[in-house]
């Protein structure tokens, strides 16, 4: 088991940025992708990025790419969610999660991960 703690949400005018961090701690943190979810009020959850074991391959939905990039420390077991150009539409609950598996592709289901943090908040006012 892999816990994950999220840290760096807060509040933000439109077109600024944020950097959202995930710290792991339980399983071998180099053995199995990362990735982060969102969820808004009243919607679903929804994926947002994911990196692969290694940090080789990444993958984001449509409505972040160019604006948000995902990276990993696999010294210090953390990954990263880098949000610039943010939009009134990002605001949600964000979550980082740990896959099943090293892999990553297309847009991801939440049943392709198995533990979760208990998320950070993300505001962005227009």
């Known amino acids: 088991q892999v816990q994950l703690v999220e840290s760096g949400g807060g509040l933000v005018q439109a077109g600024g940025s944020l950097r959202l961090s995930c710290a792991a701690s339980g399983r071998t943190f180099s053995s199995y992708a990362m990735g982060w979810f969102r969820q808004a009020p009243g919607k679903e959850r929804e994926f947002v990025a994911a990196i692969s074991w290694s940090g080789g391959s990444t993958t984001y939905t449509d409505s972040v790419k160019g604006r948000f990039t995902i990276s990993r420390d696999n010294i210090k077991n953390t990954v990263y969610l880098q949000m610039n150009s943010l939009k009134p539409e990002d605001t949600a609950l964000y979550y980082c999660?740990?896959?099943?598996?090293?892999?990553?592709?297309?847009?991801?289901?939440?049943?392709?991960?198995?533990?979760w943090g208990q998320g950070t908040q993300v505001t962005v006012s227009s």
């Open positions: 999660a740990a896959s099943v598996g090293r892999r990553v592709w297309g847009d991801m289901n939440p049943a392709d991960f198995r533990s």
